[in-house]
């Protein structure tokens, strides 16, 4: 990309994956507010096809592409997944490319969705590799997880259609890896209201992109098990898009323990009765620790994901908070 992405890259990708995602819910949270001292609206792509928001960037990308011989990626599991749907939605082969580390559940999935689920390599960049090597050799085309125009686009329809439903919004949380989501809800929601909050959270042990921006720019951190595990791998060294997205349009960085995880996670499902996985928990986690308020108008939190395994989600349910 040599020319910078805008407001009509968003709606572009909007017209094209119209009918092939679901337009989610938005609802208040009534225990949040009373912590946050303000409303609290949650964002429920998690109840989007796939379980994910992921399925936005996927859709738009195949939708983009020419004649290839299939699509593939590597993906910590909901980029895999949405890419596998869209695929099959278009009638094209994939094969998503996994890492050891990607639980079983997310793997039975995408080969549910009639993909071929490749798993290789210890680490994700491990499992990126041989992506890269079905490009090179096949003929298919690699559609990353977040560092793509066609990808942040259709990630940036979310803020959208959070704008569409809750005009007043006056910040939005967003979960925090790659930077895809962030980038393209934040280019979206501050065009069109410029005076905007867009906070991005990330669990403390391995945050990439937080690491990144304190640093000025992309940098390694060590890969390490979290309950955001939708939160973990790296920005990629020769980041095109997102770093520079994230660090011009995010307003504040927010880093949680796994305890603020897990509480965050709890109280989505006792008080608001929503089944979300790590990633998704972040921003009630940020409200319950005490690092997030609404106290300049109504704060959305996008619950990013639901693909938990269920006995995991059992378990963090069994702990007391901290
Ligand atoms: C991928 C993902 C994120 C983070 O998105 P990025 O674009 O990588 O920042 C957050 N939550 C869930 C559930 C995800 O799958």
Known sequence: MDRRMSLHDVEAAAERIRGRVRETPVKPSPGLSARAGGPVWLKCEHRQETGAFKLRGAAHAVARLGAVAGVTTASTGNHGRALAFAARQRGVPAVICLSRLVPGNKREAIAGLGAEARVTGASQDEAFEEARRLERDEGFALIPPFDHADVIAGQGTLGLEILAQLPDAATIAVPLSGGGLLSGVALAAKALRPGIRIVGISMARGA????????????????????????????????????????????????????????????????????????????????????????RGPLVLILSGGNIDPALHARIMREQDA
């Open 208 to 295: 990439a992109m937080a690491a990144s921006l304190a640093a000025g720019h992309p940098v390694e951190v060590a890969e390490l098990e979290t309950l955001a595990d939708s939160l973990g791998g790296g920005v990629g060294r020769d980041n095109r898009l997102t770093f520079a997205m994230c660090r011009d349009l995010v307003d504040e960085v927010i880093l949680l323990s796994e305890a603020e995880i897990a509480a965050g996670l709890r109280h989505l499902a006792r008080e608001d009765g929503e089944i979300v996985e790590g990633a998704a928990a972040v921003g009630a986690g940020a409200i319950l620790g005490g690092k997030l308020r609404a106290d």
